[in-house]
């Protein structure tokens, strides 16, 4: 069955500092894979995603996504974190075809000022 | 303004009293659909409906039943809850099938005593 991992559970960074979530799933087709955010006391939203194409996408907020398709994964990146991206960040593929959104655990970002 | 509404915020209850959580959304939207959310477990697919009177279990969809009569409301019903039902539970919407077109809800959080 089709399975989304994320490894880091728990992120803790400083401001500045970068950051890197890794993402790695399981179904070997085509694959739609995007990064959702959920702030604090609110819903889901779409940060970015990646159908085909440039295997680097940007998303909103600074944040960027790598598809590499010969590891199975799609690890979201930020060069310099503020304060405000303290959330949860899901990563979460959607097999060709398939009519199910797949979810992995999703990993919490505090950033200390 | 756009959006996906659930009530109630916030329910407690105990186990085997039947209850519904509402979920409406105002963009006539096909696609509707229900996640829990469980810490490390991430967000899992309950049911999803892809027009009226068509519905489908998701990853989850035990000790759930859905309808869906009108194109705007998919209420999740609980017919006798039991306390591993407790979790933040998601309602979502979209134009046919696009996880990047995806609406959430604001959430629902359910404790089963």
């Known amino acids: 069955a089709q399975s989304v991992s994320q490894h880091n559970h728990h992120v803790i960074l400083s401001e500045a500092a970068s950051l890197e979530l890794g993402c790695n799933y399981s179904y070997g087709g085509t694959v739609n894979l995007f990064w959702y955010v959920q702030y604090p006391g609110q819903h889901l939203q779409l940060l970015l995603k990646?159908?085909?194409?440039?295997?680097l996408v940007k998303g909103i907020k600074g944040f960027e996504a790598e598809f590499i398709k010969s590891k199975f994964s799609f690890n979201l990146r930020k060069p310099s974190v503020q304060w405000s991206d303290t959330a949860e960040y899901f990563c979460a593929v959607k097999s060709g075809g398939a009519q199910k959104l797949v979810f992995g655990q999703g990993t919490r970002l505090t950033i200390n000022p | 303004e756009a959006q996906v509404t659930q009530n109630p915020r916030y329910l407690i209850t105990v186990t085997g009293k039947k209850l519904t959580v509402t979920c409406s959304q105002n963009?006539?939207?096909?696609?509707m659909s229900w996640y829990r959310q469980d810490p490390g477990l991430g967000l899992r697919q309950i049911y999803y409906?892809?027009?009226?009177?068509?519905?489908d279990k998701g990853d989850v969809p035990e000790g759930y039943k859905v309808s869906r009569k009108e194109k705007r409301n998919f209420p999740l019903i609980l017919e006798s809850p039991s306390p591993n039902q407790t979790s933040l539970y998601f309602c979502?919407?979209?134009?046919?099938?696009?996880?990047?077109?995806?609406?959430f809800g604001s959430g629902t959080q359910l404790s089963v005593l």
């Open positions: 990646y159908f085909s194409g440039d295997p």
């Open positions: 979502a919407s979209s134009f046919g099938d696009r996880p990047e077109k995806l609406f």
């Open positions: 409906s892809m027009n009226v009177e068509v519905t």
């Open positions: 963009m006539n939207h096909e696609y």
